[in-house]
Structure formats: structure tokens, C-alpha cells
């Protein structure tokens, strides 16, 4: 059985198709990530997460 409601309408104008927002949240160390920053899917999650991780890498790469 299908969920109503269970994703909020999303078609390709309303931008999702574009770039996720990013991972930086503006403070140092700080990151964000989940299905908000791109589209609401488990693959809109899994892509932001990815995102921040790399961010995370490259901040902690260059803090050393």
C-alpha cells in the first residue's frame, strides 16, 4: 500500500534537478546533510551525505 503524502511533490521545476545545496553550513567544522539539502529520497540523503563526507575530508586534510 502506498503512504499519501509520504514524499512531498517534487518535479523538475522546482530546481531539484540542480546541484544540492552545500554541504558547508558557513561555520568552520561544521557540515550539513540529509534529504532538505537536495531532494526528498533516500538518494537525495545518501548524495548529501557523500558531499559533506568529502568536505569533511578535505577540511580535516587541510587543518593537518
Not at 558557513?26 to 568529502?54: I, K, Q, T, V, Y
Amino acid at each position: 500500500d502506498r503512504i499519501p503524502h509520504a514524499q512531498p511533490a517534487q518535479s523538475p521545476a522546482d530546481g531539484l534537478a540542480a546541484e544540492p545545496q552545500s554541504p558547508a553550513s558557513g561555520l568552520p567544522g561544521l557540515f550539513l546533510a540529509g534529504d532538505c539539502r537536495h531532494d526528498a529520497s533516500l538518494n537525495g540523503a545518501m548524495r548529501s551525505g557523500r558531499l559533506a563526507a568529502e568536505q569533511v575530508v578535505r577540511f580535516l586534510m587541510e587543518g593537518s
